[in-house]
């Protein structure tokens, strides 16, 4: 799956399973959210506003299209951003780790 930006909406389970099955050979985020929640809204725009310098991939997952797949990861709040790194995994339900991610110096 080749990406023409750094910012995706996940549309469905298979594009989303396809997605998670390659996070042991990729770096990539994948931010959960609530669209219809203002934070979440806010955590949406800032991570457009700030594309050009994310250093990876950034999934969006609606709550509203997609809610099974915030059981996953045991989330249970929006917004919430799981990163996945070398093989790891670290997933922030904090708002302000989740809005901090995505500040660059300007």
Same mark, same amino acid.
């Given at each position: 799956? !080749?990406?023409?930006?750094?910012?995706?909406?996940?549309?469905?389970?298979? !594009?989303l399973n396809d997605i998670l099955r390659s996070r042991r050979d990729v770096n990539f985020s994948v931010l959960y959210v609530s669209l219809w929640d203002q934070w979440c809204e806010k955590i949406v725009q800032k991570a457009l506003d700030v594309e050009a310098h994310l250093e990876a991939p950034l999934y969006i997952v609606d709550s509203w299209n997609l809610p099974q797949a915030f059981a996953t990861f045991n989330i249970t709040s929006a917004p919430a951003l799981v990163h996945f790194r070398k093989g790891e995994v670290l997933v922030d339900v904090e708002y302000p780790k989740v809005y901090e991610f995505f500040e660059f110096p300007a």
């Open positions: 799956m !080749e990406l023409l930006s750094k910012i995706h909406f996940v549309a469905n389970d298979k !594009e």
